[in-house]
């Protein structure tokens, strides 16, 4: 008995003493500095990054964009790539909410009235649309949340900059305008079409028109119900009238209408509607669903065009079947007309109710100032970016990369060709919107559509 007490004292003494030593051990394991390897430093930085991936991967963040498309329009197929791209690289996910262009308008005064809606909104660019939508509280100005250096990698700004410097949206193209047209329609009337792109005035236009009706073909394609094709044709005609872009602005933003060169350029406006050059029942037809479809239909001959819609045509009736001229200008008098063409962005912005904007802005920097951006937009819109580091990365030599470099060509010889989207108010558009369908159909003459214009713009 004595025995196994004594037995029983000593494996109680032992297992303290091994408890003691080892608490003193893990101790000592805390307080003795250690080196750390270079293979133990790269797998503490593995399993950081791993844990922060984690983490953000269990909370994912969903932005939504608005714009105004049709059913088969490119922007749709742009955004699934960004919202793939987005979500592989930042856990970020853009859902595209197209939007019929017939309620646009009410949609968006609906959200900037109630401070709701999407977190990235598309618009127009210049005073017309962009900066009056930044007025109304729809874009959040983005001077001071920019990512540093993405102001200087980016052409075009001016179509989205107020007078007072706040930057209201960032465009991601330059758009050029210009008419598409049916090689084959153009054949059947008799049309040399051999030297375009080139520099294509009233005379010479009106003639082409004529030669097309003659043979039994509608001239131009026509979808003005909302008023957007009195918009193209005003702007992008007015300013062939002109011997600069500051002479220009200072006509469109603080001098009656109600005179020469307008007066003459709605004159010839309702010439090609009154002759049936522009398709008769486009007054009732709206943009989003008849604009790519009357010249894919080839129910007419020639259609505006750009970029997006250029690819559009090209995709549907093939290289050989579509060619594209400048937009046509209704003056040679003035300097603008020897080396101008309607150059304007289309633009993306942040709204101020958004609880995502820090997210809303990578995707615009992702989208407007890098290499993989700039190859989306061009290969899926056929537009040319507007970041300026980009190159195209094939030389396919067609119809519009030939129109484009003409366009560049004159640009570069001039004045930097006419950014017309800059220079009027939003006043201006609207009342083109309101009363140009009015106008073309005889219910108002051209000085009655001009003193409408000059009262929407205050000016008497």
Known sequence: MYKKKIIYIMLVVFICVALILSFSLAGCKKTVPVETTAVEATTAETTAETTAAETTAAEPVELVFWMPVAQDDPHIALFKEIDTHMKEKYNISVKFEGQSMDAWSELLTTAGMSQTG???????????????????????????????????????????????????????????AGLAFNKSLFDKAGIDYSSYPKLWYWDEFIDVCKKLKDAGINPIGFANKEGYYGEWWIANTIPSYF????????????????????????????????????????????????????????????????????????????????????????????????????????????????????????????????????????????????????????????????????????????????????????????????????????????AEFAKDLDAARGIE
């Open 118 to 176: 999407p977190d990235l909104l598309f618009n127009w660019s210049g005073q017309a649309a962009a900066i009056d939508a930044g007025k109304k509280n729809l874009y959040q100005p983005l001077n001071d949340i920019l990512p540093a250096g993405m102001y200087e990698q980016i052409s075009g700004w001016g179509g989205a900059t107020d007078t007072d410097g706040k930057i209201y949206a960032v465009p991601y193209d330059l758009a050029f």
């Open 243 to 446: 011997d600069s872009n500051d002479e220009m602005a200072k006509y469109f933003q603080s001098e009656t209408m109600n005179s020469q060169p307008m007066l003459d350029d709605l004159e010839k406006y309702k010439i090609l509607y009154d002759k049936g050059y522009l398709l008769k029942e486009g007054l009732t037809l709206d943009h989003t669903n008849n604009t790519q479809q009357e010249f894919q239909s080839e129910k007419v001959a020639m259609q505006f065009t750009e970029g997006m819609y250029y690819k559009t045509y090209v995709t549907s009736l093939g290289t050989d079947k579509v060619g594209v001229a400048f937009w046509p200008y209704f003056s040679n008098e003035g300097k603008l007309a020897k080396n101008m063409n309607g150059i304007y962005n289309h633009v993306i912005g942040i709204t101020p109710w958004s609880k995502h904007q820090e997210q809303a802005l990578i995707v615009l920097q992702e989208l407007i100032a890098t290499e993989w951006g700039a190859d989306k937009i061009s290969e899926i819109l056929g537009f040319t970016p507007s970041y300026k580091g980009w190159k195209p990365k094939v030389a396919e030599e067609n119809a519009w990369t030939s129109y484009v470099k003409s366009v560049m060509g004159l640009l570069s010889e001039g004045e930097a060709g006419s950014y017309a989207y800059d220079t009027w108010s939003s006043e201006f558009a609207s009342s083109i919107y309101k009363f140009n369908g009015m106008f073309l159909s005889g219910d108002m003459t051209a």
